[in-house]
Every structure is written in structure tokens, then in C-alpha cells.
């Protein structure tokens, strides 16, 4: 059974600061994904990585960055938090393949920046 | 890049009604599409998806729909039931490196009882 955790459910930060989300799968899965929840704009593609060390930017990763050093974690670092990044974090992983497969998901981090 | 819009954002059924979701893409080389339902505070999860080369799959009381020219594909729930209110991601993704989806916006399902 697949299982993909978060380091955190909720975390509040306040403006400016470093703030780190940590993702980790035991599935030995090659990608991994980080993405944004907000009501009506459902799941937006910050960040994934398809092997260690490797990344490729989403579809939003202005203001974020991320480090894959080992395959099984992968974090997401935001460098100066801002109140325009509140959102729900959702960390993916998936096996390598082709024609698509099938991501599966972390519980999510709320984070709200004060 | 891939664009997938989603319709309707929210929808209301009475049970045993059936339920219909549309989502559109723009790529072409898209060729992965699957659905994903999220319950009220829990992780998304894969329901059901369809490969290019399938027009249709179905598993139970749900069903997809695949039209390759239109580039449009849809989620049917038959005999909707309480514990099918969620909200439910359309994605589209193709062979390339990652095997990266793009997602629609959601729709909010809600069955009344």
C-alpha cells in the first residue's frame, strides 16, 4: 500500500520567513510532485522531480523552490513566505511509466502565512 | 502547455439520479485521463482512467468517455449515492518526462439524500 507523508497538517508562518515542506513516499517511486490547492483553481503543478537531484518547473513556481537529494523526499522551500502563498500544499508521487500513471497523494499541508 | 477546463464547478443531484462531469483539453499529445475524487479533508484519489486508445471505460457505477477529436472527455456516476459528495479533478497528461497532469478546476458534487 502506498503510503506518501507530509511533515506537517497545518502551519502558520508569518511574513518573510523560510519556511520547508517535506514530502516522503515509500514506494520507491521515481516522480514526485508539489502542488497547490485553491478553491476553483483546483491542483496547480509547482515543482515535480523525475530522479534525485533532478527538478523541472510546474505551472506556478515563482516564489518557490524545491531539493529532491534522496528519492524517497522531496521538499518544497518557499524563501520569504508571503499571505498570497496561503493555500493547501498537496505532495504527489508516482512509478515511472509510460502513457501516464497513476499519482498518489499526500494528506496535505494547510499553511497560512500571517 | 496543456489546458483542461472543467464543467460544472458545482453540481447538485437527488439520489439515484445520475451525474454527469465534462473537462476539455487542448493538447493533442495528451493521452492520459484520469479522475480523481477528493472527500472533505482527505487526500485526492483515482477512480477511474482512460488511455487514448479507449473510447470508453466503465468500473461499476462509474464511466468515462473519451472523444479524441473534440478533445473533451467525461466522468458518468449512475445511481448516485450520498457517499459520492466530493469534489471530483478531471487531469490530462502525456508520455513526457515525469508524467506530468495537468488538472481541471473541480466540480463539487453534492447527492441529497
Known amino acids: 500500500d502506498v503510503k506518501v507523508t507530509q511533515s506537517s497538517r497545518y502551519l502558520v508562518k508569518r511574513t518573510g520567513e523560510k519556511v520547508f515542506l517535506e514530502c516522503v513516499q515509500d514506494?520507491?517511486?521515481?516522480?514526485m510532485f508539489w502542488y497547490r490547492q485553491d478553491p476553483g483553481l483546483g491542483l496547480r503543478l509547482i515543482y515535480f522531480?523525475?530522479?534525485?537531484?533532478?527538478?523541472e518547473k510546474g505551472d506556478i513556481p515563482e516564489g518557490y523552490s524545491v531539493s529532491r537529494e534522496k528519492k524517497e523526499r522531496f521538499s518544497l522551500i518557499l524563501e520569504s513566505a508571503s499571505t498570497n502563498q496561503t493555500s493547501m500544499y498537496l505532495c504527489a508521487s508516482s512509478p515511472l511509466g509510460q502513457g501516464g500513471n497513476e499519482q498518489y497523494f499526500g494528506p496535505g499541508t494547510r499553511l497560512t502565512v500571517t | 502547455g496543456e489546458n483542461v477546463e472543467q464543467h460544472p464547478s458545482t453540481l447538485s443531484v437527488q439520489e439515484g439520479d445520475s451525474a454527469v462531469i465534462k473537462c476539455t483539453y487542448s493538447?493533442?499529445?495528451?493521452?492520459?485521463f484520469p479522475w480523481y475524487k477528493q472527500e472533505l479533508g482527505k487526500r485526492p484519489q483515482l477512480i477511474i482512467d482512460?488511455?487514448?486508445?479507449?473510447g470508453e471505460k466503465k468500473d461499476q457505477r462509474i464511466a468515462v468517455t473519451l472523444n479524441k477529436t473534440a478533445k473533451h472527455f467525461s466522468l458518468h456516476i449512475t445511481e448516485t449515492q450520498p457517499e459520492d459528495s466530493a469534489v471530483y479533478f478531471c487531469?490530462?497528461?502525456?508520455?513526457?518526462?515525469?508524467?506530468?497532469?495537468?488538472f481541471g478546476g473541480g466540480t463539487r458534487l453534492m447527492v441529497k439524500p
Open positions: 522531480s523525475y530522479d534525485v537531484k533532478m527538478k
Open positions: 482512460i488511455r487514448s486508445n479507449v
Open positions: 493538447d493533442s499529445a495528451s493521452n492520459y
Open positions: 487531469a490530462a497528461g502525456t508520455n513526457n518526462a515525469g508524467n506530468m497532469l495537468t
Open positions: 514506494m520507491d517511486h521515481e516522480n
